[in-house]
Nanobody, 122 residues
Framework: QVQLVESGGGLVQAGGSLRLSCAAS????????MGWFRQASGKEREFVAV????????NYAVSVLGRFTISRDNAKNTVYLQMNSLKLEDTAVYYC???????????????WGQGTQVTVSS
């Protein structure tokens, strides 16, 4: 089992930045790819970004490409999502998740955090 806890969410003005963190505990010896997803009110959960265990491979949703950066520090068992140039439409609950491979679909992930709210205001 892997436990994931997100932090770093909050209220930010459009154009601002936030950095989310996801701390993993439990069976962290396994080499999981880590992903970030988000879910806006009334909408389905959607893929945001994913990073391989080594950090050498990343993939982003088109909507965040060039604005968000995913990274990880395996020594700290932590994954980050740096979010710049935030837009109103980035408002959502952000979740991190662990998968055995680089994936973009929710059903491909085995473990999920509880989520952290990001609200972008005008």
């Amino acid at each position: 089992q892997v436990q994931l806890v997100e932090s770093g969410g909050g209220l930010v003005q459009a154009g601002g930045s936030l950095r989310l963190s996801c701390a993993a505990s439990g069976r962290t010896s396994s080499r999981y790819a880590m992903g970030w997803f988000r879910q806006a009110s009334g909408k389905e959960r959607e893929f945001v970004a994913v990073i391989s265990w080594s950090g050498s491979r990343t993939n982003y949703a088109v909507s965040v490409l060039g604005r968000f950066t995913i990274s990880r520090d395996n020594a700290k068992n932590t994954v980050y999502l740096q979010m710049n140039s935030l837009k109103l439409e980035d408002t959502a609950v952000y979740y991190c998740a662990a998968s055995n491979f680089i994936a973009t679909k929710t059903h491909q992930y085995d473990y999920w955090g509880q989520g952290t709210q990001v609200t972008v205001s005008s």
